[in-house]
């Protein structure tokens, strides 16, 4: 079985500041891991992922994620935010090995950047 | 645009009533996903389709749903003598052999 923890509903940040968005996950085997975002009546876009290599992957728009195995986290970072960065965004894993491709969400983070 | 597709984009029904959606994928991808996402919780796995063998099911999916991928192209999703508890977000999303899965702007099915 595999699944995700989102441990924060909400993150408030000012503009400028840095975020972080927490995502806990699990799986028997070694994971790949996904971070989307949502905006408002649309369809999710794809961010960054972690399969394999260094821990520390870049994405779109800024955004990086650090795979922690010891902790079994993939915290999504960006050091600066926009008030555009304002939106929900969801972790996603699944098992590396496994011949099913179905990710697990978490249940997603509401992001609000305050100008 | 060569993104993933759905239609329609909202439906509303009654209940009892049988609904269909379609979604066409990105026309390179050979795998094509169905997912279903309620308010405040993340997308569930509903079906899984390579080419047109269908894959695997949730549990999720009863037997008033089915689904098709005709051809390995678009896919159907159908859903019979709804109901009230079916209301949510229909997503499909697609890839190819390099793991990130592209979603469609879904469709918002509401069961009167």
């Known amino acids: 079985a595999q699944s995700v923890a989102q441990p924060e509903d909400q993150v408030n940040v000012a503009e400028g500041n840095p975020l972080t968005v927490k995502c806990t996950y699990s799986?028997?085997?070694?994971?790949?891991l996904f971070w989307y975002v949502q905006y408002p009546n649309r369809g999710l876009q794809f961010l960054l992922k972690y399969i394999t290599g260094d821990n520390l992957v870049k994405g779109s728009y800024g955004f990086e994620a650090e795979f922690n195995k010891s902790q079994t986290s993939f915290h999504l970072k960006k050091p600066s935010a926009l008030v555009s960065d304002s939106a929900l965004y969801f972790c996603a894993v699944r098992d590396a090995g496994g011949s099913n491709y179905k990710l697990t969400f978490g249940k997603g983070t509401l992001l609000t950047v305050n100008p | 645009d060569t993104g993933v597709s759905q239609d329609p984009r909202h439906k509303i029904t009654k209940r009892g009533q049988n609904v269909t959606f379609r979604c066409d994928p990105i026309s390179e991808h050979n795998r094509l996903y169905w997912y279903r996402q309620t308010l405040g919780q993340g997308p569930e796995f509903l079906t899984y389709?390579?080419?047109?063998?269908?894959?695997?099911k949730s549990r999720l999916l009863s037997d008033r749903f089915s689904a098709e991928r005709p051809k390995g192209s678009f896919s159907t999703l159908e859903i019979q003598r709804t109901e009230q508890g079916d209301s949510a977000m229909y997503l499909c999303?697609?890839?190819?052999?390099?793991?990130?899965?592209?979603f469609g702007p879904g469709t918002r099915l509401t069961v009167l």
């Open positions: 799986v028997s085997g070694n994971p790949y």
């Open positions: 389709f390579q080419n047109e063998a269908q894959l695997e």
């Open positions: 999303a697609s890839s190819s052999d390099r793991n990130e899965q592209f």
